[in-house]
């Protein structure tokens, strides 16, 4: 299975991925010069500063409490390294970047006391504020119309800036 690094060029800046065999391979490559960035050429090129992102399975528990932000259990949030549309954009601001981490880390927070209903939630946000049923804090879909209405009864509804994949589709 390949290994992924996000890397970027010293000289201008570009980030871009490689795909290498292994550790040791993009050791290799990089100790004879072989990698260069594919916008400008240049050879002036290492591994990009990032935040780690580490999967857990559902039934391990973080071994530390000072253990980088994870996907939270049961959860369905992704905390990205850095999205993909900014891996592509030609100069998107280092503070720009910095301030996309940190709201996807919010967001991972804001989920961790959150429950997902997925396609249930314009049904279960109206019964709790109509009162037939206990009020929680919840995440699910509903599409702009749904939201709207909701938002004009005077039901509390907020999008989500990053998008959030079901526990179901998880591993």
Known sequence: MPIVFDLECRSAHHRFEGWFKSSDD??????????????????????????????????????ASDAPPQKPEGSSAVVPSEPA?????EAIPP???????????????????SRFVGETFVEDARAM?????D???????ATPEQAQELMEEGIPVMPLPFP???????N
């Open 85 to 89: 549309s900014l891996q592509q954009a």
């Open 95 to 113: 503070q720009a970047v910095e301030l996309l981490q940190k709201l996807a880390l919010m967001q991972v927070e804001a989920l961790r006391s």
């Open 164 to 170: 959030v994949v079901p526990p179901e589709q998880t």
């Open 129 to 133: 504020h109509y009162g037939e049923r």
């Open 135 to 141: 009020a929680e804090v919840i995440h699910g879909r």
């Open 26 to 63: 993009y050791a290799r490559q990089q100790e004879r010069g072989l990698l260069s960035c594919p916008r400008c050429g240049s050879d002036d090129v290492g591994k990009a500063v990032q935040a780690p992102h580490l999967a857990r399975k559902g039934n391990q528990r973080a071994a």
